[in-house]
């Protein structure tokens, strides 16, 4: 919401910007004028505040002419000194609820914008807040400084709404589409229970993903990983939790990772619906998501950071065909270049490494399967067995059956 300060005076202007916390009533703009002219030309120009604040004798336009220039939106708190009175009962008339005497004192300009905040809508103060941002923060504990949506939820709550699944044509705030229904905060006839912000979270968390919110919090290495801007490493964390069953657990672990990645890397998200937000974290999708991400950006301007996106790729794809043209279309680069880059970079050919991956591939595949040198060829990029034998005869002096035979020898005398 926004608010708009006008008063002659320079002093009382800024006394009033800094008096009470704005953003903990839900402000996120509080202009201050001292020309109340200039306040006019922008009421009157389509400017529309959600609360003006107005001393009422000015030299230029008093604070009456300001009263009448509001729309029906924006609710006004008067000031003035004592001597006025009567143009404060003027201004009465003009619907003006609120009425402040000099010199104003924090808790009566806190009391007075606590009345006028009781005054707005559910719906119009919903208008003025990103679903997106909302959701986040009543279903997770990690952006739980924003004092604007703290005020929202309380607001929802103090006026009956709950969240559910909506029935069709009716109306609802926050909705978003999920599980092929349209979901959003309604108001009920019921007089709803008093719940604490974490009771709307475990209700909310309930009635969407039909599983309770846990107590779980991120864990550190996700957090680290992600402050770092480690994501090859954050893939892999990610790994065990898309593989498991959804749970309390892993689900709210999901949300707090994406909840906190999008904190920290909002371009990430750029664009995206919160039901598409989360999808992500309600099935296998977050890994892939963050793979396709990463295939398509630039993680960073250093050489070692392309580097290192590189090896990363390559430890996640060696299967799949790895030319320094599919490599460098990834980072966008220029094949050459990249291949010169890697080398000054890391003292070694971009070919070596990925040879030296594949090769460990097909060590432990020797010893931890009975697959035959064909299938393990495949299963690791090559199509022909027969160049995988000579590679690997250059690199550990032995053949891979060789090597299979003296390992399985080594284990029997252990």
């Known amino acids: 919401m926004k608010v708009l300060i ?4 320079k002093q009382i202007v800024n006394y009033l910007q800094r008096i009470i916390p704005w953003k903990k009533f839900g402000f996120q703009e509080v202009k201050g004028l001292v020309s109340s002219k200039e ?10 505040p959600d609360l003006l604040i107005t001393d009422i004798k000015m030299p230029e336009v008093s604070g009456l002419d300001l009263v009448q220039a509001i ?3 924006t609710q006004a708190i008067i000031i003035s000194g004592y001597s006025e009175f009567e143009y404060a009962q003027q201004a009465i008339r003009y619907g003006v609820k609120e009425y402040l005497l000099k010199p104003i004192y924090e808790e009566e300009l806190e009391g007075a914008v606590t009345r006028m905040i009781e005054g707005v809508s559910a719906e119009q103060a919903a208008s003025q807040i990103d679903p997106f941002q909302f959701y986040l923060y009543v279903l997770t504990d990690i952006n739980d400084y924003d004092e604007q949506l703290e005020t929202m939820l309380t607001k929802l709550r103090e006026n009956g709404y709950e969240p559910r699944f909506l029935a069709e044509g009716e109306t609802g705030l926050f909705k978003l589409n999920w599980q092929n229904q349209v979901f959003g905060f309604v108001k009920s006839d019921q007089e709803m229970p008093k719940m604490t912000k974490q009771g709307e979270r475990q ?5 969407l993903f039909g599983l309770s919110l846990s107590t779980n919090l ?8 992600i402050d770092q801007n480690h994501w090859n490493l954050l ?8 593989q498991a069953p959804e749970t309390q657990e892993t689900l709210t672990q999901k949300m707090q990772t994406l909840t906190y990645l999008y904190l920290k890397r909002p371009d990430i998200f750029k664009e995206m619906e919160i039901d598409h937000f989360l999808q992500l974290a309600t099935g296998p999708f977050l890994r892939q998501f963050l793979e396709k991400w990463m295939e398509i950006s630039v993680l960073a301007d250093s050489n070692e950071g392309i580097v290192r996106f590189i090896q990363g790729y390559v430890n996640r794809h060696y299967q799949q065909p790895l030319s320094l ?10 094949p050459v270049y990249l291949s010169r880059m890697y080398k000054e970079t890391t003292n070694e050919n971009l070919s070596t490494y990925i040879l030296t991956v594949r090769l460990e591939k097909v060590r432990e595949l020797l010893i931890n399967t009975d697959f035959s040198l064909k299938t393990i060829a495949e299963l ?13 005869k250059r690199k550990y002096s032995v053949t891979p059956a060789q090597y299979r035979n003296q390992q399985k020898s080594h284990l029997k005398h252990h």
């Open 71 to 73: 729309d029906a939106h």
């Open 380 to 392: 690791v990029g090559y199509r022909k067995p027969q160049n995988v034998i000579a590679l690997f």
């Open 6 to 9: 006008v008063d002659d005076e």
């Open 235 to 242: 893939v892999e964390l990610l790994s065990p939790l898309e």
């Open 39 to 48: 306040a006019l030309v922008l009421l009157t120009s389509g400017y529309q």
């Open 218 to 225: 991120l864990p550190p290495t996700i957090k680290k990983a």
């Open 325 to 334: 043209e599919i490599l460098g279309e990834l980072v966008h680069l220029h």
């Open 203 to 207: 209700r909310l968390f309930k009635v």
